[in-house]
T-cell receptor, first 116, second 111 residues
Framework: AQKVTQAQTEISVVEKEDVTLDCVYETRDTTYYLFWYKQPPSGELVFLIR????DEQNEISGRYSWNFQKSTSSFNFTITASQVVDSAVYFC?????????????WGLGTSLAVNP | DGGITQSPKYLFRKEGQNVTLSCEQNLNHDAMYWYRQDPGQGLRLIYY???????QKGDIAEGYSVSREKKESFPLTVTSAQKNPTAFYLCASSLGDSPLHFGNGTRLTVT
């Protein structure tokens, strides 16, 4: 069975702190995609990143970075020098490469509060 | 700008009434989806449609109905058969295997 676990329900940090959001997944598939989405207070989910299981290279985009480790089935997301605008709920998701988006498996989300 | 429009943002209904949530996209995406979001439960798929005039049940379709008469539109009806309809509803679309693109959501309250 496929499963995505985001063990941190809520995280609270002070502005400029670094924060890591954990994502652990389970799948028997050898090829799959992993995703991160951000849901700000306005409600819409915003796509952040998609990573193919073949590509274990870490990715950096500005203050955001992602650490993909197949050995530990984790796809963690780090925000460096957090800002108040980073306050949101962040979702990790998993999909088999051969499956369409109907097969997306979602984590329960981590609510991040960045305080001034 | 292309995007997905969900209306209204807030919706209030009395128990026993059917209510329809609107979702319109101008992204020319083939596939559209409806999700329900409850506190602590993440996103759950209600219905999805890969092409016009075709749709399939998701994981929690009971008490809901949809139509896909136009590529741009995928309205969701919450029927009186839905036991606990109060929730946040999100519409999404995608082109092929691309990541989902979401609307701003509709918060439905049924009393």
């Amino acid at each position: 069975a496929q499963k995505v676990t985001q063990a941190q329900t809520e995280i609270s940090v002070v502005e400029k702190e670094d924060v890591t959001l954990d994502c652990v997944y389970e799948t028997r598939d050898t090829t799959y995609y992993l995703f991160w989405y951000k849901q700000p207070p306005s409600g819409e989910l915003v796509f952040l990143i998609r990573r193919n299981s073949f590509d274990e290279q870490n990715e950096i985009s500005g203050r955001y970075s992602w650490n993909f480790q197949k050995s530990t089935s984790s796809f963690n997301f780090t925000i460096t020098a957090s800002q108040v605008v980073d306050s949101a709920v962040y979702f990790c998701a998993l999909k088999n490469n051969a499956g369409n988006n109907r097969k997306l498996i979602w984590g329960l989300g981590t609510s991040l509060a960045v305080n001034p | 700008d292309g995007g997905i429009t969900q209306s209204p943002k807030y919706l209030f209904r009395k128990e026993g009434q059917n209510v329809t949530l609107s979702c319109e996209q101008n992204l020319n995406h083939d596939a559209m989806y409806w999700y329900r979001q409850d506190p602590g439960q993440g996103l759950r798929l209600i219905y999805y449609s890969q092409i016009v005039n075709d749709f399939q049940k998701g994981d929690i379709a009971e008490g809901y109905s949809v139509s896909r008469e136009k590529k741009e539109s995928f309205p969701l009806t919450v029927t009186s058969a839905q036991k606990n309809p109060t929730a946040f509803y999100l519409c999404a679309s995608s082109l092929g295997d691309s990541p989902l693109h979401f609307g701003n959501g509709t918060r439905l309250t049924v009393t």
